[in-house]
């Protein structure tokens, strides 16, 4: 069964840091392409980062970029994201959420149950 | 960056009624590219469609996709009581993705 599971939210004041972490399992991890996608308070769905399967190539959503990164470790079925800066308008709920394509799906097949980042003094 | 507008914001209807759901596109989406999203409250989202049309794995078969270039459908052909939720559409341009604001169905 695949699974995904977030941790790593949070409190934190602005200007600061987090690292969420997603811990994959019940496929082969390496062999799919990442994405974080939020989602704030009483608001619809925002893609935040990907990363494809061998962690060499990254892309951003403009309001992160430059702010967040994103990486993972296949020897450990393990996807992050490095937030710094953190500003009030990044409180949300983190997903992350693997893109099926490994399985011939065009889309985001499985999702984590999200973690939950606060930015406030 | 491609736009979504997903409409109406809000559907009233009652169960056993049709449901059909409108995303446009602001230039030209490959149906490739096209998923639909179902999330209820509390809950992460479920791919419903992808490749504007293909139903993953588990969807009934009320729900259905549809269409192409920057018009693209999600139909539930009988709401069932578990279908009211809110619906995204969501496409991929160069592996950078972008979502439709939501449509909510909602019981009338």
């Known amino acids: 069964e695949v699974q995904l599971v977030e941790s790593g939210g949070g409190l934190v004041q602005p200007g600061g840091s987090l690292r969420l972490s997603c811990t994959a399992s019940?496929?082969?991890?390496?062999?799919?392409?990442m994405h974080w996608v939020r989602q704030g308070p009483g608001k619809g769905l925002v893609w935040v980062s990907r990363i494809n399967a061998d962690g060499r190539t990254t892309a951003y959503a403009d309001s992160v970029k430059g702010r967040f990164i994103i990486s993972r470790d296949n020897a450990k079925n393990s996807l992050h994201l490095q937030m710094n800066s953190l500003r009030a308008e990044d409180t949300a709920v983190y997903y992350c959420?693997?893109?099926?394509?490994?399985?011939?799906?065009?889309?985001?097949?499985?999702w984590g149950l999200g973690t939950q980042v606060t930015v406030s003094s | 960056e491609i736009v979504l507008t997903q409409s109406p914001g809000t559907l009233s209807l009652s169960p056993g009624e049709r449901a059909t759901l409108s995303c446009r596109a602001s230039?030209?989406?490959?149906?490739?590219?096209l998923a639909w999203y179902q999330q209820k409250p509390g809950q992460a989202p479920r791919l419903l469609i992808y490749?504007?049309?293909s139903r993953a794995s588990g969807i009934p078969d009320r729900f259905s996709g549809s269409g192409s270039e920057t018009d693209f459908t999600l139909t539930i052909s009988r709401l069932e009581p578990e279908d009211f939720a809110v619906y995204y559409c969501q496409q991929s341009d160069r592996s950078l993705l972008t979502f439709g604001g939501g449509t909510k169905v909602e019981i009338k």
């Open positions: 019940g496929f082969i991890f390496g062999g799919y392409w």
């Open positions: 490749g504007a049309s």
């Open positions: 230039q030209s989406v490959s149906t490739n590219y």
């Open positions: 959420a693997r893109w099926g394509l490994g399985s011939g799906i065009y889309g985001l097949d499985y």
